[in-house]
């Protein structure tokens, strides 16, 4: 008998929006004069995922295998990273069966960037690109979010067994 775990992991990220750094969500470029401040390039959506995955598969966080404090990661490039997170997960004997993230963004809109991010994640993450869904919201003004001082991502994932 072929018995099928499933695993759900969430993540969650949040960097500052500064000037003189390029804007990068899901390893999209995104036309803004602001830009995520991090030690790496900062991109809140592929460290959410990274992190949802890491979770599901019980193998902790990003800042464990990506510290910080790290100078191999400083401006790292984060498609890397993920990339090396999903490796592990799926050498650990998972497979991931979808992904659901949310931007919240005040500012810049990200409507017409959530193909281009879903396709993005859609080849870093080596699944079907209708398994991934993207969606943006604002925070209606409210908090740091709300007055564009940062930008956050939620996202969660599910894993299965062979
Ligand atoms: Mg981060």
Redesign the pocket.
């Known amino acids: 008998m072929i018995v099928t775990k499933i695993r759900t992991g969430i993540g969650y990220?949040l960097?500052r929006l500064v000037p003189d750094r390029t804007l990068l969500l899901g390893g999209v470029r995104i036309d803004y004069p602001l830009g995520l401040l991090?030690h790496?390039d900062?991109d809140?959506v592929l460290?959410a995922v990274g992190d949802a995955l890491l979770g599901a598969a019980a193998l902790g966080d990003?800042g464990e295998h990506f510290p910080d404090t790290d100078p191999r990661f400083k401006d790292a490039d984060s498609k890397e990273l993920l990339a090396s997170v999903c490796a592990q997960v799926r050498t650990a004997g998972w497979n991931l069966v979808n992904a659901d993230v949310i931007i919240h963004a005040e500012r810049p809109r990200l409507t017409t960037y959530k193909d281009a991010i879903r396709e993005s994640l859609h080849t870093i993450l080596q699944v079907p690109v209708d398994a991934i869904n993207v969606k943006a919201t604002t925070n209606e003004g409210l908090g740091p979010i709300g007055r564009n001082e940062a930008i956050a991502c939620w996202a969660s994932v599910l894993l299965t067994s062979e």
């Open positions: 990220d960097h991090g790496s900062g809140v460290h990003i």
